[in-house]
């Protein structure tokens, strides 16, 4: 068990749905991630938090909408997805936004499909 | 921007040593570190580099040289456990970029 935890691990959703994505972490760490991960791709970096704050949009079309309410907590909130947004999501926290030598702590991801 | 070039699937056997090569090209370059995927989990941290040079980690040791640009991580002792996707990232900026992965397979 890692100490991110993500919910709910899988999801299949219509493209008329909306659903939210959770990520906790109580590892004290003040910055947090979400993470695209395709097949035979990188992963590919969403968006930042640090400290609540939004400091990164990697220009992600707007149907992914995140939401930190406080440092332990994190949302991705979806909404009239396509086909190609099916991925595993992956959500990740670190002690500052660097990382330093500690690295990220993933949680185990969501397998998201779109159908 | 960032990438990262590293190889797509290497093939050892067990008790073997296999060493899985990354370049990349940053802009602010911080470090390079590597994770660990198994299938259907989670990425784990393996090691970090700040500084050129080798850094052990029981049978992982990970080797940096910013001049060109290029690292690795060493496997040694193989096992079958070790089977897994192996990612380099940069951190350039105030970000982490990841490489697109090495599967690795280890046979008996």
């Known amino acids: 068990e890692t100490g991110v935890t993500q919910t709910p691990r899988h999801l299949v959703m219509g493209m008329t749905n909306k659903k939210s994505l959770k990520c906790e972490q109580h590892l004290g760490h003040n910055a947090m991630y979400w993470y695209k991960q395709s097949a035979k791709k990188p992963l590919e970096l969403m968006f930042v938090y640090s400290l609540e704050e939004r400091v990164e949009n990697n220009s992600v079309p707007s149907r992914f909408s995140p939401e930190c309410p406080n440092s332990s907590h994190l949302f991705l909130h979806l909404h009239t997805l396509q086909p190609e947004d099916s991925a595993l999501y992956l959500c990740a926290s670190s002690q500052d936004r660097l990382g330093g030598a500690d690295g990220y702590t993933f949680g185990s991801g969501t397998r998201l499909t779109v159908v | 921007g960032q990438s990262l070039e590293q190889p797509s699937e290497v093939t050892a056997v067990e008790g073997a040593i296999v060493q899985i090569n990354c370049t990349y090209q940053?802009?602010?370059?911080?470090?390079l570190s590597w994770y660990q995927q198994h299938d259907g989990g989670a990425p784990t941290f393996l090691s970090y580099?700040?500084?050129?040079g080798l850094e052990e980690t029981g049978r992982f040791s990970s080797f940096l040289s910013r001049s060109d640009s290029y690292g690795y991580l060493l496997l040694q002792e193989l096992q079958m456990k070790d089977s897994a996707s192996y990612f380099c990232?940069?951190?350039?900026?105030?970000?982490?970029?990841f490489g697109a992965g090495t599967i690795l397979r280890v046979k008996s």
């Open positions: 990232a940069v951190k350039g900026g105030n970000k982490l970029v």
């Open positions: 580099n700040g500084l050129d």
């Open positions: 940053t802009s602010g370059f911080y470090g």
